[in-house]
């Protein structure tokens, strides 16, 4: 038992208290917080989230497939019209969404090994990025969604008139990333670059 009490006191470690640990009135934090909230150190990610969008995200539209087939889909041959100019040659009838996202590439090995794919000759690495997008993105994207990057105005980084499409982007993986209670604070999607017409 003394031996336990040892090995506790050994390692546990001190440090100097900050301004997390305490409110002060004079701490410039304090005013991010509002009165009555549980104020123990915790952050809103939701709005960290937010103000890292502003500061570096892009406007982008979520091509949200609305599950029904375009009148150009060919029930027989299961294929669509390549050049149609309603759906773009995907067969599905889509609605466009203007939203703040941040794109960025997936580095980490244990991240990007589960998103090899495997292939008649072997198994090979894809090049795969992550669109990052704000909890306020309801309902949550799907797999047959793509996320269509346009040229924007370097003022206003609105997008111009008329739209000039730049990247199409398949969306694969869809995760919700969840804090205190399961609130969704933000989405990540996995994507790969692509034709609007692939399935």
Same mark, same amino acid.
């Given at each position: 038992m003394a031996d336990d009490i040892v090995k506790r006191q050994r390692w546990h470690v001190q440090r100097t208290?900050?301004?997390?640990?305490?409110?002060?009135s004079g701490? #410039?934090?304090?005013?991010?917080?509002?009165?009555?909230?549980?104020?123990?150190?915790d952050i809103n990610l939701r709005e960290e989230i937010a103000g890292i969008m502003k500061l570096r995200g892009r406007y982008v539209f979520l091509r949200r497939t609305q599950?029904?087939?375009?009148?150009?889909?060919?029930? #027989?041959?299961?294929?669509?019209?390549?050049d149609c100019p309603y759906c773009t040659g995907t067969g599905w009838q889509y609605k466009d969404e203007l939203h703040l996202?941040?794109?960025?590439?997936? #580095?980490?090995?244990?991240?990007?090994?589960?998103?090899?794919?495997?292939?008649?000759?072997?198994?090979?690495? #894809?090049?795969?990025?992550?669109?990052?997008?704000g909890h306020d993105v309801e309902p949550a994207p799907s797999r047959r969604d793509l996320v269509i990057e346009v040229t924007t105005d370097e003022e206003t980084r609105?997008?111009?008139?008329?739209?000039?499409?730049?990247?199409?982007?398949?969306?694969?993986?869809?995760?919700?990333?969840r804090?205190?209670?399961?609130?969704?604070?933000?989405?990540a999607c996995w994507v790969k670059e692509g034709a609007a017409g692939k399935e």
């Open positions: 208290p900050s301004a997390v640990d305490t409110r002060q701490s #410039t934090t304090s005013g991010l917080y509002h009165e009555g909230q549980d104020w123990s150190g599950y029904r087939r375009c009148g150009c889909w060919n029930d #027989t041959t299961k294929e669509s019209d390549q996202g941040r794109l960025a590439p997936v #580095t980490r090995p244990i991240v990007a090994a589960h998103l090899e794919e495997r292939e008649a000759i072997g198994l090979i690495g #894809t090049p795969e990025y992550i669109f990052w997008f609105m997008p111009v008139k008329a739209y000039n499409i730049e990247k199409i982007w398949n969306v694969g993986l869809v995760h919700p990333y804090d205190r209670n399961g609130r969704i604070e933000y989405w």
